[in-house]
T-cell receptor, first 111, second 115 residues
């Protein structure tokens, strides 16, 4: 089992739709979590951190479920410009610091 | 302020040659990471540096790969005797630290093509 797993998709949704991605992790000692966005042939860019209490930034909501060991990203009112690959990142410090990126979930928003 | 910069942006080399890739992290960031991303694939962790601590080299794929970080700032990733399977985008990132949930900021990457 991979330490961080994401559904690769692709998710094909119409403009205005709500879409959600999950990312599961296996190490219960994981400490910090992030969502990144990566456009084709570009570097990953930080989208948002994920806090234990959940957090929202405009149309984006991130949540952490420690009991079930997953994080989620919800995008409301999807825009064409949201089309990208979304990467989750999990950091933990068991036996030394480690950072693991998920393989990403591809999203296509169509008109 | 200035972000992470990498050079060169593109590098084409012949199989068997050595290459050096450079990364300038964000000023004040103590942690620096190297990743590799092949076309259509996820990020593969290579190595990270944190302050003056010994680097974590656990992700380096072979002894042909090495990296150093001079003066706690600029880092160089060296690939010796390049092979065609080394062709990928090499990404560098930096963060304030490796604990406390600090975010990583990426440079634009170096696209390496081995012919």
């Amino acid at each position: 089992r991979k330490e961080v797993e994401q559904d690769p998709g692709p998710f094909n949704v119409p403009e205005g739709a709500t879409v959600a991605f999950n990312c599961t992790y296996s190490n219960s000692a994981s400490q910090s979590f992030f969502w990144y966005r990566q456009d084709c042939r570009k570097e990953p860019k930080l989208l948002m951190s994920v806090y234990s209490s959940g957090n929202e930034d405009g149309r984006f909501t991130a949540q952490l479920n420690r009991a079930s060991q997953y994080i989620s990203l919800l995008i409301r009112d999807s825009k064409l410009s949201d089309s990208a690959t979304y990467l989750c990142v999990v950091n933990f410090s068991t036996g030394g610091f480690k950072t693991i990126f998920g393989a990403g979930t591809r999203l296509f928003v169509k008109a | 302020g200035a972000g992470v910069s990498q050079s060169p942006s593109n590098k084409v080399t012949e199989k068997g040659k050595d290459v050096e890739l450079r990364c300038d992290p964000i000023s004040g960031h103590t942690a620096l990471y190297w990743y590799r991303q092949s076309l259509g694939q996820g990020l593969e962790f290579l190595i990270y540096f944190q302050g003056n601590s010994a680097p974590d080299k656990s992700g380096l794929p072979s002894d042909r790969f090495s990296a150093e970080r001079t003066g706690g700032s600029v880092s160089t990733l060296t690939i010796q005797r390049t092979q065609q399977e080394d062709s990928a985008v090499y990404l560098c990132a930096s963060s304030l630290a490796t604990t406390g949930g600090y975010e990583q900021y990426f440079g634009p990457g170096t696209r390496l093509t081995v012919t």
